[in-house]
Protein backbone atom coordinates (compact mmCIF):
# COMPACT_ATOMS: atom_id res chain seq x y z
CA UNK A 1 0.00 0.00 0.00
CA UNK A 2 2.67 2.42 1.00
CA UNK A 3 4.49 1.38 -2.34
CA UNK A 4 1.34 2.75 -3.89
CA UNK A 5 0.94 5.61 -2.52
CA UNK A 6 4.32 6.74 -2.93
CA UNK A 7 3.82 5.98 -6.51
CA UNK A 8 0.54 8.43 -7.47
CA UNK A 9 2.55 11.10 -5.64
CA UNK A 10 5.31 10.61 -7.84
CA UNK A 11 2.81 10.61 -10.84
CA UNK A 12 1.27 13.67 -9.58
CA UNK A 13 4.36 15.54 -9.00
CA UNK A 14 5.78 14.60 -12.53
CA UNK A 15 2.36 15.35 -14.43
CA UNK A 16 3.16 18.84 -14.76
CA UNK A 17 6.43 18.62 -16.38
CA UNK A 18 4.64 15.88 -18.81
CA UNK A 19 1.87 18.67 -19.40
CA UNK A 20 4.30 21.17 -20.42
CA UNK A 21 6.72 18.51 -22.44
CA UNK A 22 3.57 17.30 -24.21
CA UNK A 23 2.66 21.32 -25.13
CA UNK A 24 2.25 21.88 -27.90
CA UNK A 25 1.00 18.68 -29.69
CA UNK A 26 3.71 18.18 -33.05
CA UNK A 27 1.87 19.35 -35.94
CA UNK A 28 -1.41 20.24 -34.67
CA UNK A 29 -2.33 24.09 -34.81
CA UNK A 30 -2.48 26.39 -32.49
CA UNK A 31 -5.83 28.65 -32.69
CA UNK A 32 -5.36 32.31 -32.19
CA UNK A 33 -9.42 33.47 -31.70
CA UNK A 34 -10.47 36.92 -31.44
CA UNK A 35 -14.29 37.61 -30.40
CA UNK A 36 -15.06 40.68 -33.81
CA UNK A 37 -14.55 40.66 -36.92
CA UNK A 38 -11.37 40.79 -38.89
CA UNK A 39 -9.71 44.22 -38.90
CA UNK A 40 -10.49 44.92 -35.24
CA UNK A 41 -7.88 44.94 -32.40
CA UNK A 42 -7.76 41.44 -31.36
CA UNK A 43 -7.01 40.24 -35.02
CA UNK A 44 -4.44 42.89 -35.64
CA UNK A 45 -2.99 41.75 -32.82
CA UNK A 46 -2.99 38.61 -33.34
CA UNK A 47 -1.67 38.80 -37.20
CA UNK A 48 1.46 41.17 -35.93
CA UNK A 49 2.49 38.23 -33.38
CA UNK A 50 1.50 35.39 -35.47
CA UNK A 51 4.69 34.12 -37.10
CA UNK A 52 6.60 34.79 -34.19
CA UNK A 53 4.08 32.77 -31.85
CA UNK A 54 4.54 30.21 -34.23
CA UNK A 55 8.28 30.01 -34.21
CA UNK A 56 8.51 30.08 -30.82
CA UNK A 57 5.67 27.29 -30.25
CA UNK A 58 6.87 25.23 -32.99
CA UNK A 59 3.48 24.62 -34.64
CA UNK A 60 1.15 26.71 -37.08
CA UNK A 61 -0.64 29.25 -35.51
CA UNK A 62 -3.59 30.15 -36.56
CA UNK A 63 -5.86 33.18 -36.51
CA UNK A 64 -9.35 33.25 -36.50
CA UNK A 65 -12.56 35.89 -35.80
CA UNK A 66 -15.46 34.36 -34.31
CA UNK A 67 -18.05 36.75 -33.90
CA UNK A 68 -21.44 37.87 -32.53
CA UNK A 69 -23.28 38.16 -29.68
CA UNK A 70 -20.84 40.94 -28.65
CA UNK A 71 -17.34 38.57 -28.37
CA UNK A 72 -19.80 35.46 -26.44
CA UNK A 73 -19.72 32.80 -29.91
CA UNK A 74 -15.97 33.13 -28.85
CA UNK A 75 -15.99 33.04 -25.41
CA UNK A 76 -18.27 29.94 -25.44
CA UNK A 77 -16.33 28.30 -28.17
CA UNK A 78 -13.02 28.90 -25.88
CA UNK A 79 -14.56 27.27 -22.75
CA UNK A 80 -16.03 24.61 -24.27
CA UNK A 81 -12.49 24.05 -26.15
CA UNK A 82 -10.28 21.11 -24.79
CA UNK A 83 -8.15 22.36 -21.79
CA UNK A 84 -4.75 21.73 -23.93
CA UNK A 85 -3.38 24.90 -24.81
CA UNK A 86 -4.62 24.85 -28.47
CA UNK A 87 -7.23 27.45 -27.98
CA UNK A 88 -6.52 30.78 -27.16
CA UNK A 89 -8.53 33.38 -27.22
CA UNK A 90 -7.82 37.36 -27.01
CA UNK A 91 -10.61 38.64 -24.99
CA UNK A 92 -11.50 42.42 -23.91
CA UNK A 93 -12.37 43.29 -20.67
CA UNK A 94 -16.15 44.37 -22.20
CA UNK A 95 -16.23 40.73 -23.18
CA UNK A 96 -15.11 39.24 -20.00
CA UNK A 97 -16.65 42.29 -17.62
CA UNK A 98 -19.38 44.02 -18.98
CA UNK A 99 -21.18 41.24 -21.16
CA UNK A 100 -22.01 39.67 -17.70
CA UNK A 101 -23.75 42.85 -16.73
CA UNK A 102 -25.55 44.15 -20.23
CA UNK A 103 -26.73 40.74 -20.81
CA UNK A 104 -29.55 38.93 -19.72
CA UNK A 105 -28.46 35.59 -20.00
CA UNK A 106 -24.18 34.55 -20.38
CA UNK A 107 -23.49 30.88 -22.02
CA UNK A 108 -20.79 30.73 -19.64
CA UNK A 109 -19.49 32.03 -16.60
CA UNK A 110 -15.96 34.07 -17.48
CA UNK A 111 -14.37 34.09 -14.17
CA UNK A 112 -14.97 30.19 -13.69
CA UNK A 113 -15.26 28.48 -17.49
CA UNK A 114 -11.96 30.18 -18.48
CA UNK A 115 -8.62 30.67 -17.35
CA UNK A 116 -6.07 33.91 -17.24
CA UNK A 117 -3.05 33.83 -19.22
CA UNK A 118 -2.12 37.80 -19.07
CA UNK A 119 -2.79 41.03 -19.56
CA UNK A 120 -1.99 42.79 -23.01
CA UNK A 121 -2.71 46.48 -23.13
CA UNK A 122 -5.36 49.01 -22.51
CA UNK A 123 -6.67 50.96 -25.42
CA UNK A 124 -8.96 53.92 -25.25
CA UNK A 125 -11.76 54.95 -27.45
CA UNK A 126 -11.98 57.89 -29.69
CA UNK A 127 -15.36 60.17 -30.66
CA UNK A 128 -15.66 59.53 -34.41
CA UNK A 129 -18.00 61.07 -36.81
CA UNK A 130 -17.64 61.48 -40.71
CA UNK A 131 -16.52 64.81 -42.13
CA UNK A 132 -18.61 64.22 -45.32
CA UNK A 133 -21.90 62.88 -43.76
CA UNK A 134 -21.75 65.13 -40.30
CA UNK A 135 -19.65 68.16 -41.19
CA UNK A 136 -21.78 70.33 -38.53
CA UNK A 137 -20.08 68.30 -35.54
CA UNK A 138 -16.99 70.69 -35.66
CA UNK A 139 -15.96 69.78 -32.22
CA UNK A 140 -17.83 67.88 -29.23
CA UNK A 141 -19.87 70.77 -28.00
CA UNK A 142 -21.55 71.27 -31.24
CA UNK A 143 -23.04 67.33 -31.47
CA UNK A 144 -24.15 67.87 -27.49
CA UNK A 145 -25.85 70.72 -28.97
CA UNK A 146 -27.46 69.03 -31.74
CA UNK A 147 -28.61 66.37 -29.33
CA UNK A 148 -30.15 68.72 -26.89
CA UNK A 149 -32.08 70.19 -29.67
CA UNK A 150 -33.25 67.31 -31.25
CA UNK A 151 -33.83 64.84 -28.01
CA UNK A 152 -33.81 61.00 -29.51
CA UNK A 153 -32.66 62.23 -33.35
CA UNK A 154 -29.02 61.47 -33.02
CA UNK A 155 -27.94 57.57 -33.31
CA UNK A 156 -24.92 56.47 -32.07
CA UNK A 157 -23.19 53.40 -33.32
CA UNK A 158 -21.85 50.46 -31.25
CA UNK A 159 -19.61 47.57 -32.34
CA UNK A 160 -22.18 45.21 -30.46
CA UNK A 161 -24.21 45.30 -27.03
CA UNK A 162 -22.38 45.52 -24.01
CA UNK A 163 -19.26 46.07 -26.47
CA UNK A 164 -16.74 49.27 -24.80
CA UNK A 165 -17.83 51.32 -27.75
CA UNK A 166 -21.61 51.22 -26.26
CA UNK A 167 -20.70 51.61 -22.77
CA UNK A 168 -18.31 54.78 -23.68
CA UNK A 169 -21.40 56.56 -25.69
CA UNK A 170 -23.69 55.44 -22.92
CA UNK A 171 -21.58 57.16 -20.12
CA UNK A 172 -21.16 59.87 -22.67
CA UNK A 173 -24.56 60.89 -23.54
CA UNK A 174 -25.44 60.55 -19.05
CA UNK A 175 -22.53 62.47 -18.53
CA UNK A 176 -24.22 64.81 -21.45
CA UNK A 177 -27.53 64.37 -20.18
CA UNK A 178 -28.61 63.92 -23.59
CA UNK A 179 -31.28 61.36 -25.32
CA UNK A 180 -29.29 59.30 -28.22
CA UNK A 181 -30.74 56.02 -30.04
CA UNK A 182 -28.33 53.20 -29.72
CA UNK A 183 -27.44 50.73 -32.99
CA UNK A 184 -25.88 48.08 -32.46
CA UNK A 185 -23.52 46.14 -35.39
CA UNK A 186 -22.05 42.92 -35.25
CA UNK A 187 -18.23 44.52 -35.11
CA UNK A 188 -16.38 47.98 -35.71
CA UNK A 189 -15.62 47.74 -39.54
CA UNK A 190 -19.71 47.56 -40.07
CA UNK A 191 -20.15 50.50 -37.35
CA UNK A 192 -17.65 52.72 -39.47
CA UNK A 193 -19.32 52.11 -42.68
CA UNK A 194 -22.71 53.15 -41.15
CA UNK A 195 -21.11 55.98 -40.21
CA UNK A 196 -19.41 56.77 -43.74
CA UNK A 197 -22.89 56.08 -45.01
CA UNK A 198 -24.47 58.19 -42.54
CA UNK A 199 -26.59 55.48 -41.33
CA UNK A 200 -24.97 56.47 -37.81
CA UNK A 201 -24.28 59.90 -36.85
CA UNK A 202 -21.16 59.41 -34.05
CA UNK A 203 -19.17 55.84 -33.20
CA UNK A 204 -16.77 55.55 -30.14
CA UNK A 205 -13.83 53.04 -31.60
CA UNK A 206 -10.94 52.21 -31.06
CA UNK A 207 -8.26 55.03 -32.28
CA UNK A 208 -6.04 51.90 -34.40
CA UNK A 209 -8.59 51.35 -36.92
CA UNK A 210 -9.32 55.17 -37.46
CA UNK A 211 -6.18 56.86 -37.46
CA UNK A 212 -5.54 56.14 -41.40
CA UNK A 213 -8.97 57.62 -42.10
CA UNK A 214 -8.26 60.47 -39.78
CA UNK A 215 -5.15 61.39 -41.47
CA UNK A 216 -6.81 61.36 -44.88
CA UNK A 217 -9.29 64.01 -43.57
CA UNK A 218 -12.55 60.85 -44.05
CA UNK A 219 -13.80 61.31 -40.36
CA UNK A 220 -13.07 64.07 -37.39
CA UNK A 221 -11.92 62.63 -33.65
CA UNK A 222 -13.65 64.92 -31.48
CA UNK A 223 -12.17 63.91 -27.46
CA UNK A 224 -10.32 60.44 -26.81
CA UNK A 225 -11.51 58.50 -23.54
CA UNK A 226 -8.69 58.59 -21.89
CA UNK A 227 -7.45 60.25 -18.73
CA UNK A 228 -5.03 62.27 -20.53
CA UNK A 229 -4.05 62.86 -24.29
CA UNK A 230 -2.45 60.15 -25.72
CA UNK A 231 1.24 60.41 -27.55
CA UNK A 232 0.37 59.20 -30.88
CA UNK A 233 -2.75 61.36 -30.73
CA UNK A 234 -1.60 64.62 -29.08
CA UNK A 235 -4.22 66.95 -31.23
CA UNK A 236 -7.14 65.09 -29.91
CA UNK A 237 -8.12 66.26 -26.76
CA UNK A 238 -9.84 64.52 -23.75
CA UNK A 239 -13.56 64.18 -23.38
CA UNK A 240 -13.21 65.49 -20.22
CA UNK A 241 -11.67 68.78 -22.14
CA UNK A 242 -13.25 68.86 -25.15
CA UNK A 243 -16.91 68.01 -23.80
CA UNK A 244 -16.51 69.68 -20.58
CA UNK A 245 -16.96 66.81 -18.84
CA UNK A 246 -14.30 66.75 -15.93
CA UNK A 247 -13.22 63.37 -14.62
CA UNK A 248 -14.80 61.31 -17.93
CA UNK A 249 -12.46 57.92 -18.63
CA UNK A 250 -14.20 55.08 -20.20
CA UNK A 251 -11.33 52.11 -21.63
CA UNK A 252 -10.79 48.65 -22.12
CA UNK A 253 -8.00 46.75 -21.75
CA UNK A 254 -7.29 43.01 -23.91
CA UNK A 255 -6.12 39.92 -22.12
CA UNK A 256 -5.54 36.45 -23.11
CA UNK A 257 -7.66 33.55 -21.66
CA UNK A 258 -8.09 29.73 -22.37
CA UNK A 259 -10.34 26.95 -21.61
CA UNK A 260 -10.51 26.45 -17.10
CA UNK A 261 -8.90 23.43 -16.52
CA UNK A 262 -5.93 24.15 -18.72
CA UNK A 263 -2.77 22.76 -16.44
CA UNK A 264 -0.30 25.63 -15.08
CA UNK A 265 2.15 24.26 -16.71
CA UNK A 266 0.62 25.03 -19.99
CA UNK A 267 -0.74 28.65 -19.00
CA UNK A 268 2.66 29.66 -17.77
CA UNK A 269 4.32 28.27 -21.51
CA UNK A 270 2.01 30.60 -23.18
CA UNK A 271 2.35 33.64 -21.29
CA UNK A 272 6.24 33.67 -21.54
CA UNK A 273 6.18 33.05 -25.35
CA UNK A 274 3.15 35.33 -25.90
CA UNK A 275 4.94 38.26 -24.02
CA UNK A 276 8.25 37.25 -24.98
CA UNK A 277 7.55 37.71 -28.97
CA UNK A 278 5.00 40.65 -27.73
CA UNK A 279 7.51 42.35 -25.71
CA UNK A 280 9.85 43.37 -28.60
CA UNK A 281 10.75 47.11 -29.73
CA UNK A 282 8.81 46.31 -33.12
CA UNK A 283 6.08 45.09 -32.12
CA UNK A 284 5.92 47.57 -29.02
CA UNK A 285 6.27 50.17 -31.29
CA UNK A 286 3.48 49.28 -33.94
CA UNK A 287 0.83 49.13 -30.59
CA UNK A 288 1.89 52.36 -29.51
CA UNK A 289 1.21 53.68 -32.60
CA UNK A 290 -2.03 52.61 -32.83
CA UNK A 291 -2.82 54.55 -29.25
CA UNK A 292 -2.28 51.33 -26.94
CA UNK A 293 -1.01 50.96 -23.51
CA UNK A 294 1.10 48.10 -23.14
CA UNK A 295 0.27 46.56 -19.44
CA UNK A 296 2.02 42.34 -19.83
CA UNK A 297 0.45 41.05 -16.72
CA UNK A 298 0.75 37.84 -15.92
CA UNK A 299 -2.66 35.13 -14.68
CA UNK A 300 -2.54 36.24 -11.07
CA UNK A 301 -2.87 40.16 -12.58
CA UNK A 302 -5.46 39.37 -14.89
CA UNK A 303 -7.69 38.14 -12.59
CA UNK A 304 -7.35 40.20 -10.25
CA UNK A 305 -8.16 42.97 -12.55
CA UNK A 306 -11.21 40.95 -13.51
CA UNK A 307 -12.59 40.59 -10.30
CA UNK A 308 -12.26 44.53 -9.89
CA UNK A 309 -13.69 45.14 -12.89
CA UNK A 310 -16.72 43.29 -12.51
CA UNK A 311 -18.83 45.02 -9.74
CA UNK A 312 -17.38 48.49 -11.50
CA UNK A 313 -18.75 47.94 -15.05
CA UNK A 314 -21.93 46.29 -13.19
CA UNK A 315 -22.31 49.97 -11.47
CA UNK A 316 -21.56 52.01 -14.82
CA UNK A 317 -24.37 49.59 -16.59
CA UNK A 318 -26.99 50.03 -13.64
CA UNK A 319 -26.35 53.97 -13.45
CA UNK A 320 -26.67 54.13 -17.63
CA UNK A 321 -29.36 52.17 -18.18
CA UNK A 322 -27.41 50.01 -20.83
CA UNK A 323 -28.49 46.84 -19.62
CA UNK A 324 -30.54 44.66 -22.56
CA UNK A 325 -33.68 44.08 -22.01
Same mark, same amino acid.
Given at each position: MRSRILLAAALL???????????????RPVLLLGGFPAGTQAD???RLIQNQ?????? $? /????EARSGASGNIAMEATARAAPDGHTVLAATSAMLAINRAVLPQMPIDTQTDLAPVMTLFEVPNVLVTSTEKRPQFTDCRALIGAARDA???LNYASSGIGASTHLAAAQFATAASINM?? $? /????????MTALYQGDADLFFYQSGPVLDDWRLGRVRLLGITSAQRVATLPEVPTIAEACDMPGFVSTTWYGIVVPARTPRPIIDRLHAEIRRVTDTPDIRSRMEAMGFTMMLGGPEEMRTRLAADIPHWAGVVERSGARQQ
Open positions: LAAPAAWAQSFPTPGIYWLSAALG $V /PAVVPGRVH $V /PYRGGPFA
